[in-house]
């Protein structure tokens, strides 16, 4: 039987409408009691789990070898916890206007997020630039921003984010650095078998961030916080999210060329540097905002779908760079050293919907 495909004229990745599947189910059944405390224990550990499947998968010479480039690393990591925090701040002035307090504080929650992995190392496969940077850089933020994203929080959200403490600092590190840490010391044995089940571990990913939108979305249904929001604060949103992206995108790839980079290290950076993690996002946001966590993972989720469909393009007009054609050519003329068969171009013809498509994980 021939197997279904989403269709290629559709521009919404099948995953967001899931996301949002999600969040309608929260809408008209949302859990209370038992079982809003049985969801959330649920997600806490579906969340753990998720890290720890992150920390068997990185490679740890991979990643001690991407310490060597440390000036590119350096870089994605002050555009993610520098440069987009000071935009987020900036972004301050067009309140009450376009966006309501916990919108602002929602979308400056966004800009201290780490990085993505997975989309990030897509977009730069298929863009044909520095893939084992991409994997690094990518790693490297998402262990700072579990310790660098409560901290920020606390400095730039204050009383909006729950109530920063130690407590909720410690929290964050157990479910997610710890269990990072168990999933590297435990790699030497179970790496094997993550590596040949990665497609049904990969539904693991997205269940475990489908479980965590159900479980803050269930209690910002309860607590009637959704009333708040209207389609013209949403749209306005949108419009300043937009904004956000188109200068990231823009910083990342003219600044590298100011600081020397070559081009495949450019677009490691530029697909690093300008995208934000939504499986990092949400269960830092569920322990600072608590029963306030839909709306403040609402402009998340909303440049999580954004940076995807944006850089899918982009990655497809990079693989189509002067530089990139003569690689691959390079590349084909040098042929297999084993076999003296030509290479093949890694992703060829690869188009906005394949690229979202090899992106369509959960960070």
């Known amino acids: 039987m021939k197997r279904l495909q989403w269709p290629s004229w559709m521009p919404i990745d099948p995953y967001i409408l899931l996301l949002l599947g999600t969040v309608g189910l929260a809408a008209l059944l949302p859990a209370r009691g038992t079982g809003a405390d049985v969801a959330s224990g649920a997600s806490t550990a579906a969340i753990a789990f998720l890290f720890f499947l992150y920390g068997a998968r990185l490679s740890t010479r991979e990643a001690l070898d991407g310490l060597k480039h440390w000036r590119l690393h350096a870089t994605v990591l002050a555009c993610t916890f520098v440069v987009f925090p000071l935009l987020g701040l900036a972004a301050r002035g067009l309140e009450p206007v376009f966006l309501t307090h916990d919108l602002y504080t929602g979308l400056l929650f966004l800009t201290l997020v780490p ?70 010391l435990l790699r030497r044995w179970i790496g094997g078998f993550i590596t040949r089940h990665k497609k049904v571990l990969g539904y693991v990913d997205r269940g475990s961030i489908l479980l965590v939108v159900y479980t803050a979305f269930s209690e910002g249904m309860v607590q009637g916080i959704w009333h708040q929001v209207s389609a013209v604060r949403l749209a306005g949103l949108l419009l300043v999210e937009a904004l956000l992206l188109a200068v990231m995108l823009a910083l990342t790839w003219y600044g590298g060329k100011a600081l020397g980079f070559g081009r495949g290290d450019r677009i490691a950076i530029q697909f690093a540097g300008s995208k934000k993690s939504l499986a990092s996002g949400l269960p830092m946001a569920s322990v600072l905002f608590g029963a306030h966590a839909s709306l403040a993972v609402l402009p998340l989720m909303l440049f999580h779908q954004m940076q995807l469909m944006v850089c899918a393009v982009i990655a497809k007009r990079r693989a189509r760079d002067p530089e990139a054609i003569e690689a691959a050519g390079e590349a084909g003329d040098a042929g297999d050293a084993r076999t003296g068969r030509p290479v093949t171009d890694r992703n060829p013809g690869a188009g906005p919907r394949t690229a979202v498509g090899t992106a369509r994980r959960s960070d």
């Open 115 to 184: 990085s993505t992995i997975q989309s990030s190392i897509a977009f730069t496969s298929i863009a044909r630039g520095n893939v084992p940077a991409a994997i690094c850089a990518g790693s490297f933020s998402s262990l700072a921003g579990i310790v660098v994203t409560p901290l920020l929080a606390a400095v730039l959200l204050g009383n909006s984010g729950g109530g920063f403490s130690a407590d909720s600092l410690v929290k964050i590190v157990l479910q997610l650095l710890v269990p990072f840490l168990a999933g590297q």
